[in-house]
């Protein structure tokens, strides 16, 4: 899949840039997993195989968007259309 569009401007820079400095330190290492496999999945339901990281669609206001834990309540939230990622966001929606 191809990661478009980040709505989270510290996800963006460590995506594009491996500047860490916009995301929790103790949390760099899972997102940058959970990015790449993001980017290199052919489908979700690849990245939905992961232990531990609750991956599901959203639903009510938030439907079309899916949901893959971080921490405790951060989540990495986005939209796909296609192949592509888009709207990524770091969180806390609950």
Excluded at 13 to 41: M, N, T
Excluded at 69 to 83: E, H, Y
């Amino acid at each position: 899949m191809i990661i478009g569009k980040f709505r989270h401007k510290g996800l963006r820079r460590l995506y594009e840039d491996d500047d860490p400095s916009g995301v929790p330190a103790h949390s760099v290492r899972k997102i940058k997993a959970i990015l790449a496999a993001l980017e290199f999945a052919d489908n979700l339901s690849q990245v939905a195989t992961m232990p531990g990281w609750k991956i599901h669609p959203l639903k009510g206001d938030r439907k079309g968007e899916y949901s893959i834990t971080v921490t405790g309540n951060r989540r990495i939230t986005f939209r796909l259309q296609g192949n592509v990622v888009t709207e990524v966001n770091f969180e806390d929606y609950h």
